[in-house]
């Protein structure tokens, strides 16, 4: 113990630093500090039960060693996690978290595709982008591009609601970086320039915030393969509200390919309209507000089958697409990288599968080999 705790003091986790509790382990999301930490469960049980207790009840309840509350409180103090009051009114002054989420974009994130030579016309791209209020896109490109044409597609959003541009193309190796990095400045909008298929991987950070990658990568997504890694993660307050009741990755998406197909999502098979055919950007609005298009958008993975039993279901973007099962609940075919029943990665040492986990599904219906999964857990862990 590091800490001397006064018995008449009031225990207030701090809201902006919820918990997030998972099979194996649970997790405080710090959201002031985009930062994170791994708690044992019973950690967080404590967190969740004594909020606004006295610590003498806490110390004297029993639920744990003393000695270990002492530790856990020590390192609540230690991270900024919770604070100690003098009174309750002054604990009764602290309120919760409010989780609800909202948008004024209707559409909060559009996936687009062109050429070099559009099928469809950008202005009309761009009036569609501003009806729906969509602040976010990401504009995808397979044409070797110059700087002429990033130019002329910087300036088609230049006046738009648009405030965050991710390009994905490829770059004419004619142009040097910096010619690509000047032009960028001139555009703050473009977050993200990533120039594919490169002959190496580089970085480049541009005065105006933005960043020029270059990659070997082809960025080709694969709707059967989990886009959640841990360099993905994201902590934030939006992205936590958005996921108690929304798909972080589905909801409010918009995508349109480079023939003007529209669809509710790049991997989807279901085309809602084309671009081309479209006379006025009610005909979208129309498109976007019938059920099958939303039929994603308010599945969180706390209703979804093993994401609900994850630390990381607040934090994560996963392209997956849920499927129902028979018993109404929302399941995927594939596997995740990430085992919450284990607490380990894809590539970790002594990383199991689902499978090899004692957990495997039936016609999308969760069975566990409860012996098997302790089996794995003490192999792991010990």
């Not at 008449?8 to 099979?23: A, L």
């Not at 709707?223 to 996921?243: A, G, R």
């Not at 098979?269 to 498109?287: A, K, P, Q, T």
């Not at 308010?298 to 994560?316: D, G, H, Y």
Request: charged share 25%; hydrophobic share 35%; net charge negative.
């Amino acid at each position: 113990m590091i800490h001397q705790w006064k018995p008449n003091k009031y225990f207030i986790p701090i809201s902006i630093c919820p918990t997030v509790k998972g099979h194996l382990r649970s997790i405080v999301y710090d959201m002031q500090r985009a930062s994170f930490s791994f708690i044992p469960n019973e950690m967080e049980e404590m967190i969740s039960r004594f909020y606004g207790h006295r610590v003498s009840d806490i110390l004297d309840s029993e639920f744990l060693d003393r000695e270990v509350i002492e530790e856990y409180m020590d390192f609540l103090q230690e991270k900024e996690y919770a604070i100690w009051l003098d009174n309750v009114e002054q604990a009764n002054a602290f309120t919760s978290l409010n989780t609800t989420w909202d948008s004024p974009m209707f559409i909060t994130n559009a996936v687009v595709e062109i050429t070099q030579k559009p099928k469809y016309g950008i202005d009309k791209l761009v009036n569609i982008i501003n009806h729906l209020n969509c602040q976010n896109i990401q504009i995808k490109c397979q044409d070797e591009v110059g700087i002429v044409f990033l130019s002329e597609l910087f300036n088609s959003f230049s006046r738009s609601v648009v405030k965050y541009i991710e390009i994905i193309t490829r770059i004419n190796p004619v142009h040097k970086q910096d010619e690509i990095i000047e032009l960028m400045e001139k555009h703050p909008r473009v977050k993200f320039l990533i120039s594919c298929l490169s002959d190496s991987s580089i970085t480049y950070n541009a005065d105006s915030g933005g960043v020029l990658v270059y990659s070997k990568s082809k960025f080709i997504i694969d709707p059967e393969k989990s886009l959640v890694f841990q360099q993905n993660l994201i902590n934030n307050i939006e992205l936590y509200t958005e996921s108690q009741t929304h798909h972080t990755y589905f909801n409010r998406k918009l995508f349109i390919g480079a023939n003007g197909d529209i669809k509710n999502f790049p991997e989807a098979e279901m085309v809602f309209g084309n671009l081309n055919n479209v006379s006025n950007v009610n005909e979208v609005m129309r498109m976007v507000n019938r059920e099958d298009f939303q039929q994603y958008w308010n599945i969180s993975k706390s209703e979804t089958i093993v994401c609900k039993e994850c630390e990381l279901r607040n934090m994560c973007i996963d392209n997956r697409i849920p499927i129902k099962n028979n018993n109404g609940e929302w399941y995927h075919k594939t596997e995740c990288n990430y085992n919450p029943y284990i607490a380990k990665w894809k590539g970790d040492v002594g990383c199991k599968s689902l499978v090899e986990s004692g957990i495997e599904f039936n016609n999308g219906e969760l069975k566990i080999d409860e012996v098997a999964l302790f089996q794995a857990k003490q192999s792991i862990w010990g």
